[in-house]
């Protein structure tokens, strides 16, 4: 899962109903879901849709004139819009607009008036959030690090899935630390060293920790399946070991590689 926050834009306008609304036009983009919205704007849209028209101008329309800002801001940062996409087509559309509203409700906007674009334009499944950062009473909801924000709240939602990664990550074999590492980066984390373990890193949020103590349990040489290894092969050398000092060692050699 990838989450990005798209360009700020300034001048109270929302240029990302244009931008969505052209890929419907277009034929690559499904309006998934809107969401706190009045039923005469839902009906306009899904008429104008109906018909295959543009609908921007009746999404812009109504985003300014629920974003009254009474004078208590002085921001001109009206638009909120956010792509979230996977890979390939690990989550379809609709799992992607489910997750669409959990993102937006930890982002402290499940109250406020959106949109969700599903996006087929691409190898990559995806959707496009747009929204008003302005509440009702003309406040604006705070920018502060929205993009570490919005991954630590991807990360949050997908939390199952990422527990599943690090227990994969955990049955591999490895032998040092930096294998292990290594093993964690082709998951498509970030990793760095902490007190006590490693930190794990998506999407720029924080994923999670593995505890050194983990690692070190599972390091393949002190595997009970590795010191099993090791044993036998001790036995299989202290049995051949008077042909080995004789000289016979191409009996002993076929011995342990039928082994």
């Known amino acids: 899962m990838i989450v990005k926050k798209l360009n700020d834009v300034s001048g109270g306008g929302f240029p990302g109903a244009r931008y969505n609304e052209k890929k419907i036009a277009d034929g690559v983009a ?9 039923e005469a704007l839902r009906h306009n849209v899904e008429t104008l849709h109906r018909f295959g028209l543009d609908a921007s101008a009746e999404v812009e ?8 800002t009474y004078g208590n801001t002085k921001t001109t940062r009206f ?27 930890g982002m402290g906007y499940a109250r ?18 747009l929204s008003t950062r302005i509440k ?17 709240c991807a990360n949050r939602i997908i ?24 093993i964690v980066k082709t998951h498509g984390y970030k990793i760095e060293k902490s007190l006590d373990g490693y930190q794990l890193f998506k999407c ?13 349990n599972r390091i393949t040489r002190n595997s009970p399946k590795r010191k099993d290894r090791a044993t036998q092969l001790r036995s299989i050398i202290r049995k051949y070991k008077s042909e080995i000092a004789e000289g016979k060692w191409g009996q002993a050699e076929n011995t342990v590689h039928e082994f």
């Not at 609709?94 to 669409?100: I, K, M, Q, S, V």
């Not at 009702?136 to 630590?152: K, T």
């Not at 939390?159 to 074999?173: G, H, M, Q």
Request: overall charge negative; hydrophobic content about 30%; proline content about 3%.
């Open 30 to 38: 499904t309006l998934m879901a809107m969401e706190n919205v009045s």
């Open 61 to 68: 329309r109504y985003m300014k004139e629920n974003s009254k």
């Open 79 to 105: 638009q909120f819009h956010v792509s979230a996409s996977v890979k390939g087509r690990a989550m379809s559309p609709e799992e992607l607009t489910d997750f669409a509203r959990e993102l937006m409700e």
């Open 112 to 129: 406020q008036p959106y949109f969700v674009y599903a996006h087929h334009d691409t190898g990559n499944n995806h959707v496009h959030i």
């Open 136 to 152: 009702p009473n003309g406040y604006a909801i705070s920018d502060h690090q929205d993009r570490r924000r919005l991954n630590e």
């Open 159 to 182: 939390s199952p899935d990422i527990k599943k990664d690090i227990d994969r990550i955990l049955c591999y074999d490895y032998e040092t630390e930096g294998q292990f590492a290594n």
């Open 204 to 216: 720029g949020g924080d994923a999670g920790n593995i505890a050194i103590d983990d690692i070190l």
